[in-house]
């Protein structure tokens, strides 16, 4: 064998490692976002908005709050928002299940993504709230409670 065949094949042979790795976190991948992942359940209490003087709000403004409250703690608990609609204008990254939900006088954004902590897989979990300039004021706010949880094993 000559040296030009020894390269080509040792190129062949990286080439084909290099496919069955990716091939292998693309499998990996797609069977974890195909599982359910752990969510806080609404009974273990949900406050993102604990301790307001919600007496001094006006009807509107509590309105809204409330419904960002209860949309949050249904996203936090694995279920869709109530009141919050799909954003019809929203991609989710690839190989993820974030979706954008607009309310009104807030968004709120279901984060559930797959990564890797230290070669583990794990999964980033959670509700991001931001209420608009008009609500919250100078400007928007965002209140968040994604967390990382454990990925079973796939079997």
């Avoid at 409250?69 to 190989?95: K, M, Q, V, Y």
Wanted: glycine share 8%; proline share 10%.
């Amino acid at each position: 064998m000559t040296h030009a065949d020894a390269s080509r094949r040792d190129r062949v042979l990286v080439s084909t490692a290099i496919v069955k790795v990716a091939t292998g976190l693309i499998v990996l991948g797609l069977a974890a976002c195909s599982r359910e992942m752990p969510y806080q359940s609404i009974e273990q209490g949900c406050e993102p908005f604990r301790d307001l003087a919600w007496e001094d709000m006006s009807p509107d403004d509590r309105e809204t709050l409330s419904n960002a409250a209860s949309d949050f703690c249904a996203i936090l608990a694995g279920a869709p928002p109530p009141h919050a609609r799909r954003s019809p204008d929203f991609t989710p990254p690839p190989n993820s299940g974030t979706q954008l939900y607009l309310g009104r006088g807030y968004r709120i954004t279901a984060v559930r993504n797959y990564r890797f902590v230290g070669g583990t897989p794990v999964g980033v979990v959670g509700p991001v709230l931001r209420l608009d300039a008009g609500i919250a004021s100078p400007e928007p706010i965002e209140v968040s409670q994604v967390r990382l949880v454990g990925v079973p094993p796939t079997r």
